[in-house]
């Protein structure tokens, strides 16, 4: 069973940066589509960024020019670097992708952005 598991969430004040880790249980590259979403309180769970098949990168217009997701293959990781944080990026960050047709989550790791 391949395991997504998130961490680096935390509290900062608005303005500031996070760097968020997805720890993979096989090679990223049997992974497809990884990527970040995530669930503020009360909403659906929205997209943040991800890969795309062809190895590019997409995110949400919401975040462009202030996120950055990123991996290492070495260490089996994606990353997703956090500048500029509003109060809106406030919620619960999960990683997923598709290890053949599971689909998979993490289990979150939340952000709070204060004002």
């Known amino acids: 069973q391949v395991q997504l598991v998130e961490s680096g969430g935390g509290l900062v004040q608005a303005g500031g940066s996070l760097r968020l880790s997805c720890a993979a249980s096989r090679t990223i590259f049997s992974i497809h589509a990884m990527g970040w979403y995530r669930q503020a309180p009360g909403k659906q769970r929205e997209f943040v960024a991800r890969f795309t098949a062809g190895g590019t990168t997409t995110y949400a217009d919401s975040v462009k020019g202030r996120f950055t997701i990123s991996r290492e293959s070495a260490k089996n990781t994606v990353y997703l670097q956090m500048n500029s944080l509003k109060p809106e990026d406030t919620g619960v960050y999960y990683c997923?992708?598709?290890?053949?047709?599971?689909?998979?989550w993490g289990q979150g790791t939340q952000v709070t952005v204060a004002s």
């Open positions: 997923s992708g598709y290890y053949g047709t599971s689909e998979l």
